[in-house]
């Protein structure tokens, strides 16, 4: 298995542009997970998915954070206009919503707005 | 909230050392798990272990849990460089889907 792919790896964006995150959790696991890591703030839980659902988004910071899961295998996490304060690395991570299976994170996306 | 604290915040030790790092919680659980994330990279776990366990082994790893104390510790026997990074604990609930993270133990092994 390919574990969770995370797209891109890096991006570098200017001030109000939109910013869109791509995440291809493992195949066969039905909850997907958003966090956003900084030095100040240490590792946040954004939104996450089961079933392609949203259940609990009360970790988005603002209405310029979106998020979507069409299918099973793809979500994005969209940011719309960007600000300098939301460069961070963003982790996706899935998992089997089935007794204590963990969570399997993508390496991230480091996102530098300027 | 549902958050593991743990201690120290960072530890240095030289290779072939044993590290241990602590954990604390306030809420009830079912499980707690050790995740691992090393530079530049996504979280990865490490050990669970159950409730009703006192200690867990593997490989190099040893876990224990009092759950009277509501605390965990992870040890790491005969460290290695590569064992150099952030150690995670993350209590939980198994009807609890999302995990939140503490600060972590940030782990230096000197060669």
């Known amino acids: 298995d390919a574990g969770v792919i995370q797209s891109p790896r890096h991006e570098v964006t200017e001030m109000g542009q939109e910013v869109t995150l791509r995440c291809k959790p493992i195949s066969g696991h039905n909850s997907l997970f958003w966090y956003r890591q900084t030095m100040m703030r240490g590792l946040e839980l954004l939104i996450y998915?089961?079933?392609?659902?949203?259940?609990?988004d009360s970790g988005m910071p603002e209405d310029r954070f979106s998020a979507k899961m069409p299918n099973a295998s793809f979500s994005t996490l969209k940011i719309q206009p960007s600000e300098p304060r939301d460069s961070a690395v963003y982790f996706c991570?899935?998992?089997?919503?089935?007794?204590?299976?963990?969570?399997?994170f993508g390496n991230g996306t480091r996102l530098t707005v300027t | 909230s549902q958050q593991g604290e743990e201690d120290p915040q960072a530890l240095s030790i030289q290779e072939g050392e044993n590290a241990t790092m602590n954990c604390s919680y306030k809420t009830s659980i079912n499980n707690l798990q050790w995740y691992r994330q090393n530079s530049g990279r996504g979280l990865v776990h490490l050990i669970l272990i159950r409730s009703n366990e006192r200690e867990k082994h593997s490989g190099r790893l040893r876990v224990t849990l009092d759950t009277s104390k509501k605390s965990s510790s992870l040890l790491i026997t005969a460290s290695r460089a590569a064992d150099t990074a952030s150690y995670f604990c993350v209590p939980s609930n198994t009807g609890r889907r999302a995990l939140t993270f503490g600060s972590g133990t940030r782990l230096q092994v000197q060669p």
């Open positions: 998915f089961n079933n392609n659902v949203p259940i609990d």
């Open positions: 991570a899935s998992r089997q919503d089935r007794g204590n299976s963990p969570l399997h």
